[in-house]
């Protein structure tokens, strides 16, 4: 059993011709199959609709609609939307872009699509920048080499020859757009509209193109571009360069620079979080009778005093001597473990003085440091 048109527009019997339109449109958006994709239901109320505003779109279509009901359309010539794919009949209707078409019959209903596309923006571009362990802890001004498009300087981007200058384009005179006109039953025509291929959506085209860049207005350059590393960057942290990457076509903003930072890695340093671990190896005797070492922070060293009887793990801590945080205030602190070295070759002499040493040991020269393993679990605190 069809159901009334008006009914399926959901539309008075007196309503105009823009009131039809307006709720077609809306089913229409309701229906779409971006939103529907799978749903056979609403497949079902699009081409009820796409038949409803066939038939009432149309002056004399609604007359004999309205005096003779489905009867008075017989031997019409309609669309036959049973037998069109879901996909294909928005395809007809909207030119695969809800909003990239016009529908003629509905006088634009869709609104046109006028002016041209606007100016590509450059590409965006990636570098990798090696630092130190210092340099990334205290920040550097490096330079890296990017590979990108930049404005041609003979043309200054226009892509015309010296002395010529860019004329409407003879496909799509000067839109940018082209338009594809078809026609559908008794529906009445669809005017699809596409970016220009001959001009790319531009509008114009160049008489005759510069030499230096063939008229596409950019050159492929290498270009040295500083990079300003804030302290406290990390392995594997990417900096942003706004604007630095490839330049745009005619007037479009230019890409951005990506720099990806490697770190190398240190032989006593760590990073740990924004604080900073050292290694500080002392020999086993060191350790035993106490010693003053020295720690190269990096911004100047620290003297350590090490009292007799030093264990393994003992870690010093000094406070703000650490990694700046990274855009931040303030600094990390420094750690300092203790390293002992026993040692692993020994003279037959070495030994007897060990073998000696060992004898007049008791219980009290070993005292067992009961809190070594908190120690260690203590040095990384991330
Ligand atoms: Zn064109
Ligand atoms: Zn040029």
Known sequence: MKRDYYDVLGVRRDADAGEIKKAFRKLARECHPDVNQHDSEAEARFKEAAEAYEVLSDADSRAAYDHYGFD????????????????????IFFGGGMFDSVLRDAGGMWGAATGSAPAPRGDDVEARLELTFAEAVFGV????????????????????????????????????????????????QFIRTSTCTVCRGQGTIVKEPCETCLG????????????????GIADGQRLRLAGDGGAGSRGGRPGDLYVSIAVEAHDHFRRDGDDLI????????????????????????????????????????????????????????????????????????????LEQFSALSGEATYEPDQSFLDKVRAVFRQ
């Open 72 to 91: 008075g359309l017989r031997g019409r010539q309609m669309t036959d939307f049973e037998h069109v794919g879901f996909g294909d009949l928005f395809n």
């Open 141 to 188: 001004t490096r330079e890296v080499e990017v590979k990108a498009d930049a404005t041609c300087e003979t043309c200054s981007g226009s892509g015309a020859k010296t002395g010529t200058g860019r004329e409407q384009c003879p496909q799509c005179h000067g839109s940018g757009r082209m338009r594809e006109v078809s026609s559908l039953g008794g529906f009445g």
């Open 216 to 231: 596409t207005g950019r050159v492929r350059q290498t270009r040295v571009v500083p990079v300003d590393v804030p302290a």
């Open 278 to 353: 050292y290694r500080l190896d002392v020999t086993m005797v060191e350790a035993t009778l106490g010693t003053t070492a020295y720690v190269p922070a990096l911004d100047g060293d620290i003297e350590v005093q090490l009292k007799p009887g030093t264990q393994p793990g003992e870690v010093k801590s000094y406070r703000s001597r650490g990694v700046p945080v990274l855009q931040g205030y303030g600094r990390g602190d420094l750690r300092v473990v203790v390293n002992v070295l026993v040692p692993r070759q020994l003279t037959e002499e070495q030994s007897e003085l």
